[in-house]
């Protein structure tokens, strides 16, 4: 891929500190902070991406103070840390500066909305899902090249969502109905349509029931691949056993729409969960059968969720809300129920398919729960993603999220502060995904393009996406 650490130190040494950092102006990143957040996870995450002792001890440099790319280089020549490399602290603190905000450069387009990108947990493909019901995973090593195209099966409206397997054997699609195909993403054929060049298994989660009404807006992987948790407009949770072939349970968990559902971290006991009842719960898979009921429940948000991130410490999440705002989570302040009603504060009139009031903006829940709250982006329309960044590269140090502006925001963990806007798109950016190792970012839009943004890492950088008759569709040089 040519993103060698040698050609990140190359590219160090040629910028300033906090050059890297580019996506926005100087006056936006020094606007006022929404954050002041004083609690464990901030110096958990200041922890992860502050140089190590040992280099702060060599450079004599302040504690969290940041120390230029040029001196962290010259102390790993010296073996400063006696290891011959840089800690994961060290890395962090390079690469955590070099936001993937130049570009974008193209990956593909389409005539029909672009509703999900997403990197694989080891950042060689990526999959993308389209309006259209074509689910493509592209080999990212082999510059972003086509290795499967999926035509979906039994596709109503558009595919809300996918996810592969953990061994990247297989891959799920839902839309809005009651199956959830599973399709061989490891065979051969590049081409795959639904029963005729490849079997799409269906997955029935329907219960007793309208069928026709039936929806599925998220579903996750548990982390050994023997079962699938969904979220649906029935206001309940699933989880289907891949094994047995069946629904192994179903719970009413929430009082409205269950737009998202994920897993905490890699053990697979607590599955995370958020609603159009503005509320996000916790579930304990070793009692929930038993209980039926969540083991907490996390208030905040005026208007319903549309995604949450887990940071995977089986601590914290993150979600993103109707109400315009991300909101950062630890499940030990989690509430045994919900204490008020968070629509007696809000805008009854109000859709989210029109703009936003004005006058409820700086509205906030009498019981909020979270520990901070990132404002800037706007969630209209569509159920908008967000994701804290990879641990690898920037220790978690950002949160980023699509927005209904066209635009993909990136926010600061502990301040708040927003470091890089990136502004290509002509509409809705849904979903976007930060590679795992490397600085590039991918943006899916409603526009049908799918991009990516790097801090360039190569000597040569493809040449960059541009309009060609006000739109963007297949226009690239």
Same mark, same amino acid.
């Given at each position: 891929?040519?993103y060698a650490?040698?050609?990140?130190?190359?590219?160090s040494e040629?910028?300033? !500190?906090g050059?890297? @950092?580019?996506g @926005?102006?100087s006056?936006e990143?020094n606007? *006022?902070?929404?954050?002041?957040?004083?609690?464990?996870?901030?110096?958990l995450? %200041?922890?992860?991406s502050?140089?190590?002792?040992?280099?702060?001890r060599?450079?004599?440099?302040?504690?969290?103070r940041?120390i230029s790319?040029?001196k962290?280089?010259?102390?790993?020549?010296?073996?400063?840390?006696g290891k011959? +490399?840089?800690?994961?602290?060290d890395?962090?603190?390079?690469?955590?500066?070099?936001l993937?905000?130049?570009?974008p450069?193209?990956?593909?387009?389409?005539n029909?909305?672009?509703?999900?990108?997403?990197?694989s947990?080891d950042g /060689?493909l990526l999959?993308t899902?389209f309006q259209?019901?074509?689910v493509r995973?592209?080999?990212?090593?082999k510059?972003y090249?086509?290795?499967?195209d999926?035509?979906?099966?039994?596709l109503?409206?558009?595919i809300?969502?996918?996810?592969?397997?953990p061994?990247q054997?297989?891959l799920?699609?839902?839309?809005l109905?009651?199956?959830v195909?599973?399709?061989?993403?490891?065979?051969?054929?590049? !081409?795959?349509? $639904?029963?005729i060049?490849? @079997?799409?298994?269906?997955?029935d989660f329907?219960?007793?029931?309208? *069928?026709?009404?039936?929806? @599925?807006?998220?579903?996750?992987f548990? /982390?050994?691949?023997r079962e699938?948790v969904?979220?649906?407009?029935?206001?309940?949770?699933?989880?289907?056993?891949?094994d047995?072939?069946?629904?192994t349970? +179903?719970?009413?968990?929430?009082?409205?729409?269950?737009?998202?559902?994920?897993? $905490?971290d !890699?053990?697979?006991h607590?599955?995370?969960?958020g609603?159009d009842?503005?509320?996000?719960?916790v579930w304990? +898979?070793?009692?929930?059968?038993?209980?039926?009921?969540?083991?907490?429940?996390?208030?905040?948000?005026?208007e319903?969720?549309t995604f949450?991130?887990?940071r995977?410490?089986?601590c914290?999440?993150?979600s993103?809300?109707?109400?315009?705002?991300?909101?950062?989570?630890?499940?030990? %302040?989690m509430?045994?129920?919900?204490t008020?009603?968070p629509?007696?504060f809000t805008d009854k009139?109000w859709d &989210?398919?029109?703009?936003?009031?004005?006058?409820v903006r700086n509205?906030?829940h009498p019981?909020?729960?979270?520990? #901070?709250?990132?404002?800037g982006?706007?969630?209209l329309?569509t159920?908008?993603?967000?994701?804290f960044?990879?641990?690898?590269s920037?220790?978690? %140090?950002?949160? &980023?999220?699509?927005?209904?502006?066209s635009?993909?925001?990136? &926010?600061d963990?502990?301040s708040?502060?927003?470091?890089?806007?990136?502004d &290509?798109?002509?509409?809705?950016?849904r979903d976007?995904?930060?590679?795992p190792?490397?600085?590039?970012l991918?943006s899916?839009?409603?526009?049908? /393009?799918?991009?990516?943004?790097e801090?360039?890492?190569? #000597?040569?950088?493809? $040449?960059?996406?541009r309009k060609?008759?006000? +739109?963007?569709?297949?226009?690239?040089?």
């Open positions: 891929m040519g650490m040698s050609r990140f130190e190359l590219d040629m910028h300033d !500190e050059t890297a @950092i580019d @926005i102006s006056s990143r606007q *006022e902070q929404s954050v002041a957040l004083d609690h464990e996870i901030s110096h995450t %200041k922890f992860r502050a140089p190590s002792e040992m280099i702060q060599v450079t004599s440099i302040k504690p969290n940041p790319t040029v962290m280089l010259s102390a790993r020549e010296a073996n400063c840390s011959g +490399r840089f800690s994961s602290q890395r962090c603190h390079v690469l955590s500066r070099y993937p905000a130049n570009g450069w193209y990956v593909d387009g389409m029909s909305r672009a509703y999900v990108s997403q990197f947990a /060689t999959v899902g259209s019901s074509n995973i592209y080999n990212v090593e510059g090249k086509v290795q499967k999926i035509h979906a099966r039994s109503r409206w558009t809300t969502d996918t996810c592969l397997s061994d054997q297989c799920v699609y839902a839309s109905t009651p199956i195909h599973i399709v061989n993403v490891g065979s051969s054929s590049v !081409e795959s349509h $639904a029963n060049t490849e @079997i799409h298994h269906g997955l329907s219960a007793d029931g309208d *069928e026709d009404s039936f929806g @599925i807006f998220s579903v996750k548990s /982390t050994d691949g699938l969904a979220g649906t407009n029935d206001n309940s949770l699933y989880v289907y056993d891949l047995a072939n069946k629904v349970v +179903r719970l009413p968990a929430h009082s409205n729409d269950v737009n998202t559902v994920t897993f $905490a !890699e053990t697979g607590l599955i995370y969960s609603s009842d503005n509320l996000c719960k304990d +898979r070793r009692c929930f059968v038993a209980k039926g009921r969540p083991a907490g429940i996390l208030m905040g948000h005026l319903g969720i949450i991130d887990s995977g410490d089986g914290y999440f993150i993103n809300s109707k109400d315009q705002t991300i909101k950062l989570w630890d499940i030990r %302040k509430s045994s129920n919900a008020s009603n629509g007696a009139d &989210y398919r029109m703009d936003y009031p004005s006058h509205i906030n019981s909020d729960l979270s520990l #901070a709250t990132y404002r982006h706007s969630v329309r159920l908008i993603r967000c994701y960044s990879p641990a690898y920037t220790g978690q %140090k950002y949160i &980023y999220t699509g927005a209904y502006d635009s993909v925001y990136i &926010y963990v502990v708040g502060a927003l470091v890089a806007k990136l &290509y798109h002509d509409s809705t950016v976007c995904s930060w590679h190792i490397y600085p590039i991918v899916s839009s409603w526009d049908g /393009t799918v991009v990516r943004w801090f360039p890492g190569d #000597a040569k950088a493809p $040449a960059m996406v060609r008759s006000g +739109r963007r569709y297949g226009a690239y040089y």
